[in-house]
């Protein structure tokens, strides 16, 4: 009978013959995306109260912006897509995310490896007693997701991401117009 450490060594080695083909295909893959360039000015916070947010945005994707609320695990239609294109904030359309970030971490929510540098801000959240790291737009303020230190290359990193937090832009369609 195998010991829990052989086990688990086997498991890993398993999982690297498939990961690292993986990698290499994806990696390799053209992708079509939006030119994204942010003037500092776009980058600036918005001196806006949380309730003026509330006309632009569904009363769901407001709690979750605003109030730092959770949606439900697999309840995201933007989960289990991954056309080319561009992730915006909800609430005010600054690009959080390009899809070639986007990958699959089986959590039940959109998850991306990096943002684009800059559009986030971070603070150390204790809701679940241990410390994690959150973020948010750096625009609006709006709470997107927490960040984990379990993704894929080349970051490491998992930006788990509420989908209501988020509107997706398909690479054929113009970005829409920064709101506030």
Known sequence: MLGRRQF?????????????????????TVKTFHSVTQSSEALKRLERTHEQ???YVSRDAWEILFREKTERAFSSELDGRYPDGTYVCAACHLPLFSSASKYDSGTGWPSFFQPFEGHMDTKTDYKMVWPRTEYHCIRCGGHQGHVF?????????RWCNNGLALTFVPADQPLPALRG
């Open 8 to 28: 688990f060594t086997g498991v890993a080695a398993t999982a690297g013959l498939f990961l690292v083909p993986l990698q290499k295909a994806w990696s390799n």
């Open 149 to 157: 230190n379990d993704g894929p290359r080349p970051t490491g990193q």
């Open 53 to 55: 947010w509330r006309e």
